[in-house]
């Protein structure tokens, strides 16, 4: 007998747990045993709904369906609705739209729906199929990536002990490395562990480059971002980044999030979240310090002291800077005075 299509139940992964061959219409589904597809779920009804072929199409493509992909002759499947039984209470839902007894849902091949607390798919003969997908397999640049990173890591960490102590000793560049690769191990561990759970793989090392990776860029732009305040008196340049360094790390989470939840759909919804959070971290702290003190931003001083063969701005006599700095003293005295009244204001009774 002609097979015109498979009715199967998805896991949360969203392969296909179990199917049935389907070989006319109608088809009823539920859980009583006289139906053509018997479902053991108790949120199901005896008869909870029917698939029927019909020769009018949908009134537009739904959700989950499989386009096509390469140009082939091959014959359009028919056009299937799922009528919802009168006896059954949940119905069916498709993404947020809910289909109660006696309506219709339009379907696709490859359109997905939930009948109950059961993911259901629909795949006909002769829809067109989807390109494989690649696997994502080990290769020397999968363990030459975080190697790479890891060790550019223990550069900048040397570099930052000679800048500090003018020497490089080994036993100060393990005491700043050693504990920062730890936490990064452990970081990219629990990754591989979520992974192992969503994904039935690790990806160990692929989260091992992506969080070197963020921690060596972060670590690099602290130096840029200074040498530039310093060298081009931008102190605001150095202040910002200061306020905007977690911007690496919120990549790398969305590259952690990207490897976990693979599906095109999982994705959006993860960095949907990731804008948002990363949003809320640019925006919070402003508005606290507003609240506190009346300013957006810390006044713009200079924290960053380089050699002097850094130094690309141009210079000024101590004069010009005596005469700049009184400049200064009026405007400052008079803001420090309408502090002052403001906070006498407050302790008035």
């Known amino acids: 007998m002609e097979r015109l299509g498979i009715l199967e139940v998805l896991d949360r992964d969203g392969h296909a747990r179990s199917s049935w061959p389907l070989h006319q219409w109608p088809v009823t589904v539920g859980r009583d045993v006289g139906n053509d597809v018997v479902l053991d779920d108790p949120h199901l009804a005896a008869h909870h ?53 006696g309506q219709r849902l339009p379907l696709h091949s490859g359109s997905e729906w939930h009948a109950g607390a059961t993911r259901l798919r629909l795949r006909l003969a002769g829809a067109p199929v989807s390109e494989e997908l690649p696997l994502l397999t080990r290769t020397w640049w999968s363990l030459l990536n975080p190697a790479l990173a890891l060790l550019g890591i223990v550069l900048l960490h040397a570099l930052h002990v000679y800048l500090q102590y003018d020497e490089i000793s080994t036993r100060l560049v393990l005491e700043e490395t050693v504990p920062n690769l730890i936490t990064l191990g452990v970081w990219a561990l629990l990754w591989a562990i979520v992974t192992r759970i969503f994904r039935h793989q690790m990806f160990f090392w692929r989260h091992t480059g992506i969080m070197s990776w963020a921690v060596l860029v972060m670590l690099a732009l602290n130096y840029v971002m200074a040498g530039l305040s310093f060298s081009w008196s931008l102190p605001w340049l150095n ?24 599906t095109r759909t999982r994705v959006r919804v993860a960095t949907a979240l990731v804008l948002a959070l990363a949003l809320a971290l640019a925006l919070i702290p402003p508005l606290l310090r507003y609240a506190d003190t009346g300013q957006l931003w810390t006044p713009w001083y200079g924290k960053s002291l380089g050699p002097p063969w850094l130094r690309a701005s141009p210079t000024i006599s101590v004069e010009q800077f005596r ?7 009026a405007p400052l005295r008079r803001k420090l005075e309408k502090l002052n009244a403001k906070e006498t204001s407050k302790d008035l009774p």
């Open 49 to 101: 709904f029917t698939l029927e072929a019909t020769t009018a199409a949908p009134a537009s493509p739904q959700p989950g369906s499989v386009e096509p992909h390469e140009p082939g002759a091959t014959p359009t499947p028919p056009h299937i609705v799922a009528t919802v039984s009168a006896s059954t209470r949940n119905g069916l839902r498709q993404g947020r739209k809910m289909y109660r007894a």
């Open 239 to 262: 202040m910002a980044w200061e306020e905007w360094e977690w911007l690496p790390l919120a990549v790398a989470v969305w590259a952690h999030l990207r490897i976990v939840l693979y």
């Open 323 to 329: 005469l700049e700095a009184e400049e200064l003293e």
